[in-house]
């Protein structure tokens, strides 16, 4: 069974900068990417990637701040989230994607998560 686990989630001030890393057990496609949930809220798509070549894609409400790559292997992505604000807070989710398109209804496959906290 395939497995993707997150971590680099902790707690910062606001303006500060976390990177969060998923690994997956083994190659899971060509795309993978990232959610978040906030307490009492839908999760939503942040950024998802095109691990053959690296093209990204982004919610508009991180671009410009966030930035999502991928590893040597195709088995790794990374979530590098500058100037973090208090509403970035909440449980962020890697996954393995069908496509491009980061939304729930393209998701192969979930992680655990990892609890971002952003204070102000």
């Known amino acids: 069974q395939v497995q993707l686990v997150e971590s680099g989630g902790g707690t910062v001030q606001a303006g500060g900068s976390l990177r969060l890393t998923c690994t997956a057990s083994?190659?899971?496609?060509?795309?993978m990417g990232w959610f978040r949930q906030a307490p009492g809220k839908e999760r939503e798509g942040v950024a998802s990637?095109?691990?053959?070549?690296?093209?990204?894609n982004y919610a508009d409400a991180v671009r410009g701040r966030f930035t999502i790559s991928r590893g040597a292997a195709q088995t790794t992505i990374y979530l590098q989230m500058n100037d973090l604000k208090p509403e970035d807070t909440g449980t962020y989710y890697c996954?393995?994607?069908?496509?491009?398109?980061?939304?729930?209804?393209?998701?192969?496959?979930w992680g655990q998560g990892t609890q971002v906290t952003v204070s102000s």
């Open positions: 990637i095109y691990t053959r070549v690296g093209s990204a």
């Open positions: 083994e190659i899971t496609g060509n795309y």
């Open positions: 996954a393995a994607l069908h496509g491009i398109a980061v939304i729930s209804t393209n998701v192969k496959y």
